[in-house]
């Protein structure tokens, strides 16, 4: 499918470093007070990034971010598009310019989901068959069947479905920005893991420049690229990588806002296609009993992983379940429950690991075909990694040996009993 929102890889970051949008100053004083919201705000949005303003509830973020599209007019300060002064342009060009995506939602109630998604294309005047054509497309880049889903109202779909709707329609006119406040607030913390990593894996092809809100220290350093903290009158306390922000707080505000567990959000970080994944033995069901039992005394580990038809995993086994199997391996051993996939998090995979009986998670392609798993040894590599680059952020020299390890397979070749 060609999408008008894929772009080749090489445009999706054209010159490092260059800004999509730049506030200066930015100020926004509500009539009747004495404090202003946000005071002289300065900050730069590198183009197809994610820049994340997280700070304390009534810190100024929803202030900053309606000020950026113009929703609420500042009271002094520039805004800057792609160099241009938009401060004082037509508000309706602008927000064509940029999506906008709202925790409430915000669809409308009376209106099909097609007519929701298709709000700004009318708007922009687009003929019917290119307005249906990219409200098709859209439902299909959000993971939602047109046909299924196209004639529905927004009570007939769950709260992440209407989330993914409000996505779908933010980014149909194709705009360059997006701006989105707490946009996965409002459903339950599965569904938001969800969509925020469907949301991860979209952002890889359409390489918007985004502006994210949340009060969510976690999801800040999930979702960005670069973390402003925020405290009162959106002043910038750090404005940094989420790496940095953790190893290396500005202040005592940013360290209390990261809270307790910085090492552990590390691993919320990293995600699970960055490392060397551990390798278990691997035999289809189909080849039955003898097969499995060969290819596990091969490996010197205790488990097996037996694979179904699509080499999707199906069950772990032992030594003992393949003796005791007859005929069918559907139903031996234990099942294969929480696998991940590669873009998850390690913290997400330690997660599943820590729940797993077997102490490894299995990680699946997009079709649920096996590629390797995440164990112990997975993620003490991916630790010692993180601490090395922390030491090379103080200023410490990395030491070789810590590279070394960090490159070798963790857990196969020297550390066999460590696995199941
Ligand atoms: N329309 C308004 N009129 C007056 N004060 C407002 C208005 N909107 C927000 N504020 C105040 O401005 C400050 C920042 O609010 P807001 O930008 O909503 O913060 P956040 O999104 O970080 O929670 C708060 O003190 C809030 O009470
Ligand atoms: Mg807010």
């Known amino acids: 499918m060609t999408s008008q929102l894929t772009r080749p890889a090489a445009e999706q970051k054209p010159s490092a470093g260059?800004?999509?949008i730049s506030l200066e100053q930015l100020t926004k004083r509500y009539p009747g007070q004495d404090e202003p919201a946000v005071a002289a705000l300065d900050l730069a949005v590198p183009e197809g990034e994610i820049v994340v303003l997280v700070g304390p509830s009534g810190c100024g973020k929803t202030t900053t971010m309606k000020m950026i599209n113009r929703i609420i007019e500042p009271s002094s300060g520039t805004i800057r598009l792609e160099g241009e002064d938009v401060t004082r342009s037509s508000p309706d060009e602008l927000r064509r310019r940029i999506g906008y995506v709202i925790q409430q939602i915000g669809l409308f109630p009376h209106m099909t989901i097609a007519d929701n998604v298709a709000v700004v294309p009318k708007l922009l005047k687009w003929d019917g068959k290119r307005t249906k054509a990219r409200v098709d497309e859209m439902l299909?880049?959000?993971g939602m069947d047109p046909g299924t889903y196209r004639s529905?109202?927004?009570?007939?779909l769950s709260g992440g479905q209407r989330q993914r709707i409000g996505v779908a329609r933010a980014l149909a006119a194709d705009p360059p920005v997006m701006l989105m406040d707490e946009p996965f607030g409002a459903v339950d913390p599965i569904a938001r893991e969800k969509l925020q990593n469907e949301f991860l894996r979209l952002q890889e092809d359409i390489g918007k420049t985004i502006v994210f809100v949340t009060h969510d220290i976690d999801e800040a350093i999930k979702m960005g690229d670069r973390i402003a903290v925020l405290r009162e009158q959106s002043v910038?306390?750090?404005?940094?990588?989420p790496e940095r922000i953790l190893s290396d707080p500005a202040d005592e505000f940013v360290a209390e806002f990261i809270g307790a567990g910085a090492s552990l959000?590390?691993?919320g970080l990293a995600r699970v296609r960055d490392f060397t994944l551990a390798d278990y033995p691997t035999s289809p069901l189909r080849d039955g009993r003898d097969a499995a039992a060969a290819a596990l005394a091969r490996s010197?580990?205790?488990?097996i992983l037996l694979l179904d038809e699509e080499r999707r995993p199906a069950r772990w086994a032992g030594p003992a379940d393949l003796r005791r199997a007859t005929g069918s391996l559907e139903r031996i051993g234990t099942p294969v429950n929480g696998v991940v996939q590669p873009q998850a998090t390690l913290a997400g995979a330690l997660d599943a690991m820590v729940s797993s009986r077997v102490g490894a998670v299995v990680v699946v392609d997009g079709r649920g075909a096996y590629l390797g798993t995440v164990d112990m040894g997975v993620i003490m590599a991916a630790a010692e990694t993180m601490r090395a680059a922390a030491r090379e952020n103080a200023g410490e020299p990395s030491t070789a040996d810590a590279q070394d390890r960090l490159s070798s397979t963790p857990g196969t070749d020297d550390e066999p009993a460590a696995r199941p």
Request: net charge positive; hydrophobic share 30%; aromatic share 8%.
């Open 18 to 20: 260059s800004t999509m």
């Open 140 to 142: 299909e880049l959000v």
């Open 152 to 156: 529905r109202y927004p009570k007939e």
């Open 236 to 241: 910038i306390a750090q404005y940094d990588t």
């Open 265 to 267: 959000k590390r691993l």
């Open 300 to 303: 010197g580990v205790s488990s």
